[in-house]
């Protein structure tokens, strides 16, 4: 089964444009000369494009829907306040002028703790760093992550540490993992861990991971999810509750 | 210009056909629902699976080489759906077949297209449905949303490892493609 799995990647990863250009060339020449290989290509072509298709179409509706609905909103808004204070310009022109975009370089500047590393000599390598608690391979993983992120080479760090195996169990390290994907424009995983490790229980990190949490949801746009983060952050009275306040006043409402 | 009366030809991508969705749906159901004594479920049903044949076709260019209208295009098609709907629940008469019939102004050669094109959608998208949600789940995530493995086993509770994971999105797959190929098959599909 292992063989017929790393086959399915393979099919994925063509069907996906996740292939460099030598390993598609490479692929299509096997492609060429196996009729099989054709049929399941096209087979399943058909049911991504479905699959892609649908989602898009349902989320293109629902987009719309909403635009109509907070189209709505907003013009009900304005006609009252028009109507009891005179203030249609108010609502227009909204009291800040500072951009997502320059929210997120302003106030994306911490850096997570330090994470423990240990001097070792290996009668081999010599003299190296390891992370204590992390099997050897992943350790690696783990010093040339910190490295890259160090040197804010943002999508390496990401790569890096996403290869450490259970990373879920060294959530320090996930958060490194995290703030690099966000900072290397892979929101949609950058988000999925950020919200993993804003929930956890007796993270001392949680904070800092809800803080980008909300940056995360304002560099995506979700200004509502990110609000919400920044609240809860101003209200704990923590290490950041400062900070929170003051992109809350910088925001732009909606 | 009434929505319905654009050119199909001149819509050049998905989201401009999306912005017309709700402008045809109200005139549609009304028509339909009133001609054909059919229930606004059934019908605003039918709506939405016409329309999303529309869209896929802007999407992927394949209606550049029609001369009628958005709304001849999308009453055809839905007229056709409308036919199948009825003739699938055993309520089609031959007067309602006829009149139904009636409605589909494109071209013979064009429709007997669009209907093979339709069947296929519907065999891949029923397929789909009757998956297992966690098949549902993983597909979608991996294929829609590009998700990597490894964040689509932080999504879903009860996958110890990727290992885990890629053999569960496998048996997905291919229990999906080996349902669609039967049925493609037994259709006289290719």
Known sequence: ?254 | MDPGEVPIKTILNEKVIIRYYDDLRAAFVSYFRKKYNIDTETISDIYQETYYIVFKKVKHKQLAALSCTLKTYVYSIGSNLLLNELRSKKLLTDNLEKSLESEISLDKNVMEEEEEYIKKTSIISEAVDKLTDICKSIIKMFYWEKMKLSDILFKLPGHQSIDALKVQKYKCMKKLEESVKARFNAEGLN
Do not use: H
């Open chain 1, 1 to 254: 089964m292992e063989k017929e799995i790393t086959r399915q990647e393979k099919i994925d990863a063509y069907l996906l444009n996740q292939m460099s250009s030598s390993e598609r060339d490479e692929f299509e020449l096997l492609l060429d000369s196996d009729p099989e290989l054709q049929e399941e290509i096209r087979i399943r072509k058909m049911i991504v494009e479905e699959i892609n298709d649908r989602e898009s179409y349902l989320s293109l509706i629902d987009q719309n829907m909403k635009k109509k609905v907070l189209t709505r909103k907003i013009w009900r808004a304005i006609s009252i306040a028009a109507v009891f204070t005179g203030l249609l310009g108010f609502f227009i022109i909204q009291p800040t002028t500072t951009s997502n975009n320059e929210i997120y370089s302003a106030f994306s500047d911490i850096q997570p703790g330090e994470i423990e590393r240990d001097k070792v000599t290996d009668p081999l390598r010599g003299e190296e760093y390891i992370i204590p608690g992390l099997p050897m391979t992943d350790s690696e993983f783990g010093i040339k992550g910190l490295d890259y992120f160090e040197r804010e080479e943002y999508i390496n760090a990401a790569s890096s540490l996403q290869q450490i195996k259970n990373i879920k169990a060294y959530p320090e390290l996930m958060l490194y993992m995290a703030i690099s994907q966000l900072k290397s424009n892979q929101s949609s995983s950058a988000l999925i861990n950020l919200e993993y490790l804003s929930s956890l229980k007796n993270f001392k990190s949680a904070e800092l991971a809800k803080y980008y949490l909300s940056l995360g949801y304002i560099n995506t746009g979700k200004v509502l999810k990110a609000r919400k983060v920044l609240k809860e952050i101003a209200r704990a009275k923590g290490t950041y509750s400062t900070r929170a306040s003051e992109m809350l006043s910088s925001m732009r409402w909606f």
